[in-house]
């Protein structure tokens, strides 16, 4: 039986380690979501810090745990350059990366928002198109191949 973890990691933390560490016994693969790269930047999007996420991720090579790292691109939010630049160059640093899905942002959601009487955070933002996404994931690999580069010409002879 194959076992699969999907999650945004926002509860790691290096006190709880041992809590992951019995989790991952039993997990083949996570599929962790990134919101945003920029900390500042996920602040706004999501009201927490990408910190514990990046450190989970980070976690996950270390113990040498297959990650499958999924990205919504967002029009005006997270559909820029830089930060996919950046998201593609961490990305490179992670030697356990076995795929990367980069999926257009959807309007779906708003019906559950509307449904539980909440406001709904990204009311008036359009739906991103496929097209975006291939731009977006092209970015986000030349950000990976530049930490590979980068990583190779720090490596010892």
Same mark, same amino acid.
């Given at each position: 039986i194959h076992t699969c973890v999907d999650t945004s990691g926002i509860f790691y933390r290096e006190s709880n380690r041992a809590e992951y560490d019995e989790l991952m016994k039993y997990t083949d693969l996570v599929m962790l979501d990134i919101k945003h790269i920029d900390d500042e930047e996920h602040k706004k999007l999501t009201a927490q810090s990408n910190k514990h996420i990046l450190e989970f991720a980070e976690y996950l090579r270390d113990i040498g745990k297959d990650v499958w790292i999924r990205h919504v691109v967002v029009p005006g939010i997270t559909l820029k350059e830089k930060p996919l630049h950046d998201l593609g160059y961490f990305l490179g640093g992670l030697t356990n990366l076995k %795929? =990367?899905? +980069? =999926? *257009?942002?959807? @309007? /779906?959601?708003? +019906?559950? &928002? !509307?449904? =539980?009487? /909440? !406001? &709904? *955070? =990204? !009311?008036? +933002?359009? *739906? %991103? @198109?496929? !097209?975006?996404? +291939?731009? %977006?994931?092209?970015?986000?690999?030349e950000g990976l191949k530049e930490r590979l580069r980068d990583d190779n010409k720090k490596a010892p002879e």
């Open positions: %795929a =990367l899905d +980069v =999926l *257009p942002y959807h @309007t /779906m959601g708003i +019906v559950k &928002y !509307e449904q =539980l009487g /909440m !406001e &709904y *955070p =990204l !009311e008036g +933002v359009e *739906p %991103a @198109t496929k !097209e975006q996404a +291939v731009w %977006a994931k092209n970015i986000i690999f």
